[in-house]
């Protein structure tokens, strides 16, 4: 069974920075897209960043170009999210999310994500 375990969520002012990490195990097959989702209150859940583990180009939220930097390790089956000058409409549960697949640009078109973290909380106050 696949399980994702997210860490480094946490409270920062504006401009500051964060990295979020998740670990990944369970793992069926050989080649993913993972990603990281956020859902701010009362708003929908949005896609912020994506990679195939296969290698190639990620994809980001036009919200977060710039700012963001997803990367994994995959000798230790874990996903990064680098949160550089952060505003306060980043603040929102994040997610890191996992689907099987052998698709180099499996961002595209993909909604809804077959295996879920728990979430970690991430608050950018002004």
């Known amino acids: 069974q696949v399980q994702l375990v997210e860490s480094g969520g946490g409270s920062v002012q504006a401009g500051g920075s964060l990295r979020l990490a998740c670990s990944a195990s369970g793992y069926p097959g050989s080649t993913y897209c993972v990603g990281w989702w956020r859902q701010a209150p009362e708003k929908e859940r949005e896609k912020v960043a994506a990679i195939y583990t296969g290698g190639g180009t990620a994809y980001y939220a036009d919200s977060v170009k710039g700012r963001f930097t997803i990367s994994q390790d995959n000798a230790k089956n874990t996903l990064y999210l680098q949160m550089n000058s952060l505003k306060p409409e980043d603040t929102a549960m994040y997610y890191c999310?996992?689907?099987?697949?052998?698709?180099?640009?499996?961002?595209?078109?993909?909604?809804?994500?077959?295996?879920w973290g728990q979430g970690t909380q991430v608050t950018v106050s002004s």
């Open positions: 999310a996992a689907d099987l697949t052998s698709r180099p640009q499996c961002w595209v078109g993909w909604v809804y994500p077959s295996y």
